[in-house]
């Protein structure tokens, strides 16, 4: 199989970018994916294990992106988007420190899913690394704006369904943490 990142997430998952990130090379984290391949779940919303999946790598080399609210100080607000045609939304960061990584999940879209989606792909790769998600908890619940983006079927998302257990889940966790102001 072949991993490769997709072009979203590359420049996200950097020291400095305000995202989770690896301080290994690509090989070291394609091996970590591959020697993890048989724990890989079934990805948030989605049907088939085969479109979507988590793979939980361990969190060694990992860094998380998260401030308790308990640990913030020094909050910004700004307005922005993700990338161009992106509708805009309020996003909140801090200082403080982050969180542990103790589990990291990377999250890999298939071809198929890719091409069935209308999404570019960005590489000849059986499977697109999407996010790393490096977290002080073991399921962390998606974030609501990206379950909103997703449901809604809105430019940058990828169209799912989700109980209301898993958006009460979402809001709660999240109304606990910020992000960490890069």
């Known amino acids: ?3 490769g990142w997709s072009d979203f997430a590359i420049n996200r998952h950097k020291k400095g970018a305000g995202y989770s990130y690896f301080t290994g090379n690509d090989e070291e984290l394609f091996d970590l994916i591959r020697n993890n391949w048989d724990k890989r ?61 103790n589990f990291v999940n990377i999250v890999l879209y298939s071809k198929e899913e890719l091409i069935a989606s209308g999404e570019e792909r960005s590489g000849n790769y059986d499977w697109e690394i999407v996010c790393i998600i490096a977290s002080p908890v073991e399921d962390e619940p998606m974030h609501p704006l990206a379950m909103a983006r997703n449901q809604l079927d809105m430019e940058g998302g990828s169209k799912r369904e989700y ?15 910020v992000q960490h102001t890069a």
């Open 41 to 101: 779940t079934i990805g948030h919303g989605t049907d088939s294990i085969d479109k979507v999946c988590l793979v939980p790598v361990p969190p060694y080399g990992f860094h998380c992106n998260t401030v308790h609210i308990n640990n913030a100080n020094d909050l910004h607000v700004e307005i922005t988007s993700r990338r161009e045609g992106e509708e805009k939304h309020v996003k909140v960061t801090s200082g403080g420190d982050c969180e542990a990584a």
């Open 163 to 177: 109980t209301s257990e898993q958006w009460a889940e979402s809001v709660w966790y999240w109304s606990q943490r």
């Open 1 to 3: 199989m072949r991993f």
